[in-house]
Structure formats: C-alpha cells, structure tokens
C-alpha cells in the first residue's frame, strides 16, 4: 500500500517521521513537492505555465494509485493545499488527510472542504497509522483520539489523545523520502518536542492548553539516541553540518552538558541552534562553544521594553541582549536575530531604535519578519482585528498585520543594506531620515537576502554563507526537471562542485 505525501517545500521533519513510522508498519511512501507553491501570488505567462506543471504533478501521483493522499497544512500554505486536494479529488477519490498546525487549531475549517475526508489534530505519529488501520479493516473511528471526519454529512471530532511521551521509541526521521539528488550535507534533526514559552503570539501556548495536563510541554530524547541517529547519518549521507530544530534547544542544561561532551567525542560537526536569550548564559554558550556551534538563532521580536514585556510576554532587557550578543561573538558563534514589525503599539520610532540599536552591535545577520497570526493566540485580542480578518482567520487563512508606518518596508532595506554600509553612513541616513527618500521595493525580503548573500561572499565569511546559503531555488528547478518533463533524473553531480565550494566557504 502506497501513502503519498504532498508538501509545499523540500523538507518537512514532519513527514519523514511519519513515513519511518509506516516504513516500519510495512507500507510504501512517497514525497511530492510542488514547485508552484512560490508562484501562486505571480500573474501572467509563469502562472499559466506553473499551473500546467501542477495538473502534470497531480497526475502522476495519482498514476501511482496512492492508498491515500496526506498533506502538511501550515498558516502559508493552507490555500495552496485546498487546491490540490481539490485537483486530486476532481480525478479520483484517494482518501486525504490534512494535517499540521493550521488543521490543529481549526480543524471544522479545512474538513468543511468537500475535498478533505480527515483532519489529524495533534501529533500525527500514533494516530496516522491507526487510521490507515482502521480504513484498511473497515473498522470505526470514533476512538482514534485526534481524528476530525465526517459520518453522514455531520462531522466527528474525537478528543484530543496523548502525545507520545518516550520520544526514544520513535524511528530516527526517514531521509530517505527525499530526492535522490536532495543535498542532506546539512542535516536536519530534533531532540526535543515542545515549548514551555507563554509568547502571546506563537502557537505553542495554544497547543499546550489543547493538551492541558496530558503532556508536559516539552519532551526529550536521550542523548544517546540523538547522537545514534547522526553516526548513523554521518555514515550514510556523509554529513557536513547538524541543524538542531528543537525550538529550544538551549532548555536544560543538564541535557546540553551531557549531550556536548558526547557530541564533542562521537560527532565533532559544525552545528546551528535556536536559544532563547534567558537561557543563553555564560556556562551554556561554552557548552555551545564546545558542539562547535556556529549559528544561534535567538528570537528578539521587539526592541521596545513596554511591547516587549506588556503584548509578547517575552522578559528579559536591552542590556542582557547586548550582552548575548557580544558573548556569543567572544566565543566564535554567530548570533541570528529574529524581529518582529506590526506588532500592536509599533510606531516608527521603534523601528528606527532598532536599526541604531543593530548598527551598532553588527550581529550575524538580522531577520525581520511580519506578525501572523494564529487563531486563538492572546495577541489577535490586542491587535483588535476588524470582523472581516477574524471571520478569515478561523477559516485557516494566513492573516499578516498590516503595517500601517509607510516608512516601515524603506526601513527594512535600510537594515539590509548595514551589511555592505559602514556604522557612520547607516547612523547619517538615520539621522537626517534620508531612509525616507529611499525607493520602495515590493518584495524587501529577497532584497536584503541579495545584499547579504553578497556581503558573505565578497567577505568570505564561512559562517555568513551557511546562514545566507538557501538552495531551495536550485533544487525546485531540478524537482522539476525531474517529475514533470517526461521524469527524467537529473544528476546527482549537477553544479555539485559549485555548491561545495560554497557550503564551504
């Protein structure tokens, strides 16, 4: 039996756990991608032509006879996985399930989709099996904990079961889904599940309340199966890099004390995490030191204390980021900071404390990132969203805060552009609001990606090129290659020696 995921990007840790957990049930899986995800926004020729790709896909998933169809549903791509289940269902009538955090929070949102059977709140991995059981045996499925669905036109929601507490018991993540040509030099792995934080706009607090007191809010896997999990990847796929996706990796420091020194002796592979800043002291950077780690992603969100305390619920100071900051450079690790604009109460004078703030202090890199919301986090109360948005919002639908300062998108490229302009210029812009006369660019995201893949590359920073070094382009243009003209192989060597050379630096 053939269960076939279908997802908008090329990884998805998700699914690769639940394809090992059916591997080890008996049962064949599959990973499509659709390289049309980033072109539903573009008009003319190119979505024509993406469209006709995308009938080509549909088709030959479905020319393999899937048992059943499963996708991976987030806020961005909620939409994007209603048309395709939609294509699939005008042409056959394979079983689909949705799945991921968009169906967890809103399940009667999706399945109220004529094209959608079953919607998995939660954890899929125990409750995605015993569905596939329980349709294979035609037994009921009212005790699949977890499981939305439909019994003649009313829709069932059966309670939320028990997250699986011994994370050890688990197969280690199937890599082996993915394209053949897929670059796995940089490893993608999870030792935890879960998050203890209250962000008022983060989805996690919602899903530790779904649970209640089934669960505690954060599981870990022994270190021991962590580091067996990458020996086993080092030996197979050769691995260069180790990306930690845990969100947060830094929450035990016994754990990290145990688990660096076994790193350290077993694995000795350059490494990226995400901290938060109250667990990023002294004694655990060391420890990130000792992993050889070279990028901590840390969430700073808001550089204005009231915001940051008062709407987020994130405590701790501008001082204490500075200070991280600089210890991390002390000790070798670059440090990504994550922001957040549209955050209520923003104005441009926030904005513009956080470019002084980073002029100054010049760490890694420096993301900026639009509010979403998700429904039922505490932040759509503070935001006051009109009726039109909210109404949106429990249809699944991706809702991004407006940025209402006209000044914001000029102030981003000025953020890009302090990657490649010396202190005193960025503060003279800044000074005399020349940022004002900047000419606005649509897409600011790719610009101040250009400008720092630049940056990285003329400066020859190892650690820069890692952070910057996205091949997702490259490789949907060989996925395409690949699945839709007439599925032919690309080779595995293409512009391989190019893209070592930069992995590299």
């Not at 076994?262 to 800043?277: D, S």
Request: glycine residues 4%; aromatic residues 10%; positive net charge.
């Amino acid at each position: 039996m053939l269960i076939t995921f279908i997802h908008s990007e090329l990884q998805a840790l998700g699914i690769e756990y639940l394809s090992a957990i059916l591997k080890a049930k008996g049962y064949r899986t599959e990973f499509v991608v659709d390289p049309c995800f980033q072109f539903l926004n573009k008009q003319g020729a190119i979505l024509k032509f993406m469209m006709r790709l995308r009938k080509k896909i549909v088709q030959s998933v479905l020319d393999k006879n899937p048992a059943m169809v499963a996708f991976s549903v987030n806020a961005r791509n909620g939409p994007w996985a209603q048309e395709m289940a939609r294509e699939i269902k005008s042409l056959s009538d394979v079983p689909i399930v949705f799945g991921g955090i968009q169906p967890t929070l809103v399940p009667e949102a999706f399945l109220r989709d004529d094209a959608v059977d079953y919607v998995i709140r939660g954890e899929a991995d125990l409750i995605f099996t015993e569905l596939i059981k329980r349709l294979e045996q035609n037994l009921p499925l009212d005790s699949v904990d977890g499981l939305v669905y439909k019994n003649k036109g009313r829709m069932v929601s059966n309670p939320l079961g028990v997250p699986i507490s011994d994370l050890d018991a688990l197969p280690f993540a199937d890599k082996d889904i993915l394209p053949n040509w897929f670059n796995k030099k940089l490893y993608r792995i999870i030792t935890s599940r879960g998050c203890p934080g209250q962000c008022t706009y983060c989805c996690a607090p919602i899903i530790n309340k779904l649970y209640s007191a089934n669960t505690s809010s954060i599981r870990r896997r022994s270190s021991g199966n962590v580091i067996r999990e990458l020996e086993v990847a080092r030996e197979r796929f050769k691995i260069e890099r180790v990306f930690f996706e845990d969100d947060l990796f830094t929450f035990e420091y016994e754990w990290v004390e145990q688990f660096s020194l076994e790193y350290k002796r077993r694995i000795n592979l350059p490494c990226l995490v995400h901290a938060t800043l109250n667990t990023l002291t002294e004694p655990m950077i060391r420890l990130l030191e000792r992993m050889q780690c070279v990028i901590v992603e840390v969430g700073v969100q808001s550089l204005n204390p009231v915001i940051r305390s008062d709407i987020l619920k994130r405590y701790y100071s501008n001082d204490q980021i500075r200070e991280v900051i600089k210890l991390l450079r002390q000790h070798g690790i670059c440090c990504l900071c994550d922001n957040i604009i549209g955050l209520p109460k923003q104005n441009e004078g926030d904005l513009v404390n956080m470019v002084k703030f980073y002029n100054e202090l010049r760490p890694g890199k420096i993301e900026i990132l639009k509010l979403e919301y998700y429904p039922g986090a505490p932040i759509v109360k503070q935001a006051g969203l009109c009726e039109k948005k909210q109404m949106a919002l429990c249809q699944g639908r991706l809702i991004v805060a407006s940025q209402d300062n006209r000044h914001c998108i000029k102030m981003m490229q000025l953020i890009g552009l302090s990657y490649i302009m010396p202190r005193m210029l960025i503060s003279f812009l800044l000074k005399y609001k020349l940022y004002r006369w900047f000419l606005p660019i649509s897409d600011v995201n790719h610009f101040n990606q250009l400008i720092y893949y630049c940056s990285a590359v003329f400066r020859k920073d190892r650690r820069k090129i890692l952070i910057g070094l996205r091949l997702d382009v490259v490789h949907k243009f060989r996925y395409i290659m690949e699945k839709v003209f007439r599925n032919q192989k690309c080779k595995p060597d293409l512009h391989k020696k190019r893209r070592t050379l930069l992995l590299r630096g």
